[in-house]
């Protein structure tokens, strides 16, 4: 199984980035899909959280700012990150529980990481 995540670049403070993150290779289902990120110094943090049923779980920092949202159809989980702000600027990492087979544990699976700046 492997996460492939995208979308991230440069902004400027105020606006927008929409991240991807496709789940592709041997998967019979997805539990909880999420977005966590780290910037330099400092631990990676939870960002977003989304279950397989739709509901979804924020950090403080992003509440009304980020909306997680995912497409089970195409093992997708995105992050449309709205009014931007530098201390934003961080690694985005997307995070995947995945079963790959129906009496396969559940598993947790990294995506590799995309960089946001957010910076005038």
Same mark, same amino acid.
């Given at each position: 199984v492997q996460l492939q995540a995208s979308g991230g670049g440069l902004v400027q403070p105020g606006g927008s980035l929409r991240l991807s993150c496709a789940a592709a290779g041997t998967i019979f289902n997805i539990n909880a899909m999420g977005w966590y990120r780290q910037?330099? !110094?400092k631990q990676r943090e939870l960002v977003a959280l989304i279950t397989s049923g739709g509901s979804t779980?924020?950090?403080d920092f992003v509440? !009304?700012?980020f909306t997680i949202s995912r497409d089970n159809a195409e093992n997708?989980?995105?992050l449309?990150?709205?009014r931007l702000?530098?201390?934003d600027t961080a690694v985005y990492y997307c995070k995947a529980?995945?079963?790959r087979t129906l009496i396969d544990s559940s598993r947790d699976y990294w995506g590799q990481g995309t960089q946001v700046t957010?910076?005038?």
């Open positions: 910037a330099p !110094g779980n924020y950090a509440k !009304g700012r997708t989980v995105y449309q990150m709205n702000e530098p201390e529980v995945i079963e957010v910076s005038s």
